[in-house]
């Protein structure tokens, strides 16, 4: 298996723009999480999906950011309009819903608002 | 809140001697730990695994302990070489939620040659 890829893997853009990252998590897996990665706040659990069901979004910072997931394969993140302030490292992991072996991380969409 | 926390932001070795990296955690319920690696420019990746039934497990040139009396969590990693410079987090979980994880600040890795 390729791991849970993720695109792009770098993204630049201006301030009140539209913004979409993609993931593949592993096939089988039936848990789907993404991540926002900063400086200063570390490592934050934004939205997670059972069964291509959102769960828990919570952890989505306001009404910009939207998370979908039309399939077992498929899931992205939607920031609009973007803010600087949203520039961060976004993962996305997998799991296969059992309690070992944790999660399966993506290698991350960087993402620069300017 | 309850949250998971390391006691060192920074740790520098030299190449060769073993580290300890410790972390604390809060919430009484967790039952499952994990230890992961960042390296620059990738995503966290899983090095070890615990549960609370155990003290100690040991993978290769890697140990994690649990103290669950302190709530304390501790990676060790044997013979420190160059690549094992990263940056390392401790997460932890629950029985019943196994979507709960919560990861820890993290506490960078230099290894010195």
């Known amino acids: 298996d390729a791991g849970v890829i993720q695109s792009p893997r770098h993204e630049v853009t201006e301030m009140g723009q539209e913004v979409t990252l993609r993931c593949k998590p592993i096939?089988?897996?039936?848990?789907l999480f993404w991540y926002r990665q900063t400086m200063m706040r570390g490592l934050e659990l934004l939205i997670y999906f059972n069964n291509n069901v959102p769960i828990d979004d919570s952890g989505m910072p306001e009404d910009r950011f939207s998370a979908k997931m039309p399939n077992a394969s498929f899931s992205t993140l939607k920031i609009q309009p973007s803010e600087p302030r949203d520039s961060a490292v976004y993962f996305c992991?997998?799991?296969?819903?059992?309690?070992?072996?944790?999660?399966?991380f993506g290698s991350g969409t960087r993402l620069t608002v300017v | 809140g309850e949250s998971v926390g390391l006691h060192l932001p920074t740790l520098s070795v030299q190449e060769g001697d073993n580290s300890i990296i410790n972390c604390a955690y809060s919430?009484?319920?967790?039952?499952?730990f994990i230890w992961y690696k960042q390296e620059s420019g990738k995503g966290p990746q899983f090095i070890i695994d615990i549960r609370s039934n155990m003290d100690k497990r040991q993978g290769q040139r890697v140990t994690v302990l649990l103290n669950k009396t302190v709530k304390h969590l501790s990676l060790q990693i044997a013979a420190t070489q160059p690549g094992d410079s990263a940056v390392y987090f401790c997460a932890e979980n629950t029985l019943y939620n196994n979507n709960d994880m919560r990861f820890g600040a993290g506490t960078r890795l230099t290894v010195k040659p």
């Open positions: 919430n009484s319920a967790s039952d499952y």
């Open positions: 992991a997998s799991s296969s819903g059992l309690q070992d072996y944790g999660y399966t």
């Open positions: 096939s089988g897996h039936n848990s």
